[in-house]
Nanobody, 128 residues
Framework: EVQLVESGGGLVQAGGSLRLSCAASGFNFDDYAVGWFRQAPGKGREGVVCSSRRDGITSYADSVKGRFTISSDNAKNTLYLQMNSLKPEDTAVYYC?????????????????????WGQGTQVTVFS
């Protein structure tokens, strides 16, 4: 059974940092593209970052490029999202997810596409 469990969200002042974690089980990072998406109140899902070890690709949404960094600990099968220089518009529930590739990661949610696997999410609130 595939499980993705996020943690690390919280309340942070604008300009601050948070690191999100995602403990994965039931699948191999090498077999899927993995990453993060978010959903702000009253808005649709937004792909944040996608990384495919198999395809050698890591892509970030323009809105987070230069501020967010994805990483992983293969031994622990854990995915991380380091978020720096946070802005109030980053406020959202953040989900880690897995999908066959990164092709649909950013445009897909706008068209109603759902990732194959995702977790329960962790709330990030940035106040000014």
């Amino acid at each position: 059974e595939v499980q993705l469990v996020e943690s690390g969200g919280g309340l942070v002042q604008a300009g601050g940092s948070l690191r999100l974690s995602c403990a994965a089980s039931g699948f191999n990072f090498d077999d899927y593209a993995v990453g993060w998406f978010r959903q702000a109140p009253g808005k649709g899902r937004e792909g944040v970052v996608c990384s495919s070890r198999r395809d050698g690709i890591t892509s970030y949404a323009d809105s987070v490029k230069g501020r967010f960094t994805i990483s992983s600990d293969n031994a622990k099968n854990t995915l991380y999202l380091q978020m720096n220089s946070l802005k109030p518009e980053d406020t959202a529930v953040y989900y880690c997810a897995a999908d066959p590739g990164c092709n649909s990661w950013f445009i897909g949610p706008k068209l109603g596409y759902e990732y194959v696997y995702w977790g329960q999410g962790t709330q990030v609130t940035v106040f000014s």
